[in-house]
């Protein structure tokens, strides 16, 4: 680098490569120079979407239809993992060594049934689903058709009952699905699935159980000759 000026006669003055490089960036890292530069933050922001982008892009050339195809298939994906969110609800956690269907003190079948009614006069057909699920069960177990047992859920409840009252046994199992869907699927149940639980708890209390002949009957014993 050559300069001219500040000599006498004019004499070119000669300023080493690399020193001349030093002082020019000692120059330019003042802060006066980066005031309006962006932060450490926006930089990275603009770093990710630049990568964003440029993945949109290669996405979109390798989707038939360019980018209106990647828009549906993002479309189609989303479409399919809400109808699975829908479809199977919240993970649930398996069933814990507590009582899983009476969470509180021993109470009889009218009392769930009371229960479950000021539920459903309220609109709370969660806990009305549960309530009138638990009246069921006791109900069972008052009637002694099940033996009453801590810790058991509404699904072997239901498969319990089902031996001596097959004939609901599709609509004891759907109840106790409706139960285990509102207490630990993060479901959210309606009046017709309460009403259908209600339909159901009446006809359990006025069907005869089916006794288990095989069971009961003596032994048969050849006679002498």
């Known amino acids: 680098m050559t300069t001219t000026g500040g000599t006498t006669g004019d004499v070119p003055v000669d300023v080493p490569r690399v020193p001349a490089r030093e002082a020019a960036e000692r120059e330019l890292s003042k802060p006066m120079y980066h005031e309006n530069d962006p932060s ?14 440029s993945l949109f892009d290669s996405a979109a050339h ?33 069933p814990t060594g507590s009582d899983s269907l009476f969470d509180d003190r ?21 806990q009305a689903v549960q309530e009138r699920m638990r009246a069921i069960v006791r109900s069972l177990e008052e009637r002694t058709l099940l ?40 479901r959210t149940a309606d009046e017709p699935a309460y009403r259908r639980i209600e339909q159901l ?22 006679p002498p000759r």
């Not at 021993?106 to 969660?126: F, I, K, L, V, Y």
């Not at 033996?147 to 004939?167: N, Y």
Request: hydrophobic share 50%; aromatic share 6%.
């Open 147 to 186: 033996d009453p047992r801590p810790g058991r859920t509404a699904d072997e409840a239901a498969a319990e009952a089902a031996r001596s009252l097959p004939a609901h046994a599709d609509a004891l199992r759907s109840a106790a699905r409706a139960f285990d869907d509102v207490t630990y699927g993060g």
């Open 62 to 94: 390798a989707t038939p239809g360019g980018v209106v195809g990647l828009v549906a298939v993002v479309l189609v994906v989303l479409a399919l993992v809400a109808a699975l969110w829908w479809r199977l609800g919240t993970p649930r956690p398996a």
């Open 106 to 126: 021993p109470r009889t079948a009218a009392e769930h049934r009371a229960a479950a009614d000021r539920h459903a006069s309220a609109g709370q057909w969660n």
């Open 40 to 53: 450490l933050l926006q930089r990275g922001l603009d770093r990710f979407w630049d990568w964003v982008d």
């Open 201 to 222: 708890d009446t006809a359990v209390e006025r069907t005869k159980p089916v006794l288990d002949t095989a069971a009961a009957a003596p032994a048969f014993t050849e």
